[in-house]
């Protein structure tokens, strides 16, 4: 990938105070979260987007 280049987004993640995450092709992270109101997800993409979801005990 040239340099200054950035990935392709292909779904988002909003908090319920606002902030937006967005994730591209073969993106991983923690949700460390579990209270407060929740988050909405969206596809921001053309393509198929497959998620695999882990809960952490």
């Known amino acids: 990938m040239a340099s200054g280049a950035q ?14 995450r ?8 923690l949700l460390e979260d579990t209270t407060g109101k929740g988050h909405r997800s ?4 053309d393509e198929d987007v497959v998620l695999a979801i882990v809960q952490l005990e």
């Open 7 to 20: 990935a392709p987004v292909h779904a988002e993640a909003e908090t319920s105070d606002g902030e937006v």
């Open 22 to 29: 967005r994730f591209s092709a073969g993106s991983v992270t």
């Open 42 to 45: 969206r596809v921001v993409s």
